[in-house]
């Protein structure tokens, strides 16, 4: 009887066990099915690839371009070429609201799409949004033509669907490689440069010169001054800009030279400096104008892009780090010096152009070092928020040096006298 009893005992568990696995099996099948769809629901990019696109129109051309305005004023350039390469087609700019402005002022396109970066990197209702929009206009072409590409937006053109969506290889400076192989796949063309480390107008010209416009010879964009007459300053005193700021710290020159450099050229040539920069600035340009001794105004955050460009445009010179603010003065044609670190070594400075008609190239103040071209993930261990070494080690004297070669110049083609 007990061994009936074992043996019932043995056949149930048995039989229970064909009955539960199945069960879990389809409770297992079941939940994964159910993570995996609201998984995708929530995946902007797997519902943007299902959702139909608007009407394609064989004849419009989306231009992605969002990066900084020092970025946009070296493409601005090539940008002219795109009028040439597609005559008759309807051209649109994804434009970096920071700077989209200055692109509403040109007419190498039809219309220009404001995008705010920082929300399109970390809002994904905003995200969303923008790429529905550009899914439902149906582009024929969708241009990528930065060479370091990030990956929000890359995700932009391949949202758009577009038949064509060309970009450059480009390297992983913005991308971890395993993004960029993804990436890369988001594209149907994508166009090498030729030597990856030339100059960014050497690789612009390269990628229109692909394009189809072969002719186009690089040279420096050309940016219109308001000329605001501004209250902020007195338009018939001559003056100095100085821009001491930079994106991140450690590639701003010391606070301290920027002070010399302003109390020696204010003594040798008369000229008091105006400092600029934005709101993040304020605190540094204030340091420097309670080391000089020179007398010295501080708009750092003070001026809109505009006002900006109008003071810049009244300037004699302008002398800053490796920023922005020394690509517009070389589209407004403003003489400049530039204090320039290692970093990327000759890729945004010194400018190398194929025509220079007309224009007026900064010159270059800089200390080579073996370790150039680390983009920027220094070596050496220095204080927090103080300069590396490729930017400490360029002397006062190499910058002075720089500022008089021009100022001596313009103090010739004015007759104006040493110290008046």
């Not at 048995?14 to 609201?38: D, N």
């Not at 220009?112 to 899914?135: I, Q």
């Not at 190499?398 to 040493?418: A, D």
Request: glycine letters at 6%; hydrophobic letters at 45%; one cysteine or more.
């Amino acid at each position: 009887m007990s061994q009936f009893i074992s043996f019932a005992r043995r056949l149930a568990r048995k039989a229970r066990g064909i009955v539960v696995l199945p069960f879990r099996f389809v409770k297992w099948v079941a939940s994964e099915t159910l993570r995996l769809i609201f998984n995708r629901l929530l995946d902007e990019q797997w519902l943007i690839d299902h959702c139909p696109s608007g009407r394609a129109d064989v004849k419009s051309v989306l231009l992605v371009r969002l990066d900084l305005i020092g970025d946009y004023v070296l493409w601005l350039d090539s940008a002219r070429a795109y009028r040439d390469i597609y005559p008759n087609q309807k051209i649109v700019l994804c434009a970096n609201s920071i700077w989209s402005s200055l692109a509403k002022q040109e007419p190498w396109w039809d219309e220009v799409l404001d995008v705010d970066v920082n929300r399109l990197r970390f809002d994904k209702t905003y995200c969303l949004g923008l790429m529905l929009k550009l899914r439902w206009r149906g582009f024929g072409v969708a241009i990528q033509p930065t060479f370091s590409r990030e990956f929000a937006v890359d995700r932009l053109v391949r949202a758009t669907g577009a038949a064509h969506r060309i970009g450059q290889v480009g390297d992983a400076n913005n991308l971890t490689v395993a993004d960029k192989t993804i990436t890369d796949t988001w594209y149907t063309d994508l166009m090498r440069v030729g030597d990856p480390t030339a100059m960014e107008l050497s690789k612009n010209a390269h990628f229109v010169r692909n394009l189809g416009a072969t002719s186009f010879r690089s040279s420096v964009g050309r940016l219109q001054s308001p000329r605001l007459a501004s209250p902020l300053i007195d338009a018939k005193t001559p003056y100095i800009l100085i821009s001491p700021g930079a994106s991140w710290l450690p590639k701003a020159w010391p606070a301290a030279n920027f002070a010399q450099l302003a109390d020696e050229l204010f003594t040798q040539y008369g000229l008091p400096a105006v400092l600029c920069g934005s709101s993040a600035d304020q605190a540094l340009c204030e340091r420097i104008v309670q080391i000089a001794k020179a007398p010295l105004q501080n708009l750092a955050g003070k001026t809109t892009l505009t006002e900006l460009l109008d003071l810049m445009a009244g300037a004699r010179l302008v002398v800053s780090n490796d920023s922005g603010n020394i690509h517009l003065a070389a589209a407004l044609r403003i003489p400049s010096v530039c204090i320039l670190g290692g970093g990327h070594s000759a890729r945004f400075m010194p400018y190398v152009v194929e025509n220079s008609d007309a224009c007026v190239l900064p010159l270059v103040a800089v200390q080579p070092m073996d370790c150039f071209g680390c983009h920027w993930r220094c070596q050496y261990k220095t204080e927090p928020n103080t300069a590396v070494p490729c930017v400490a080690n360029i002397t006062l004297s190499q910058v002075r040096e720089k500022c008089q070669s021009v100022l001596q110049k313009l103090s010739n083609e004015y007759q104006i006298e040493v110290g008046q």
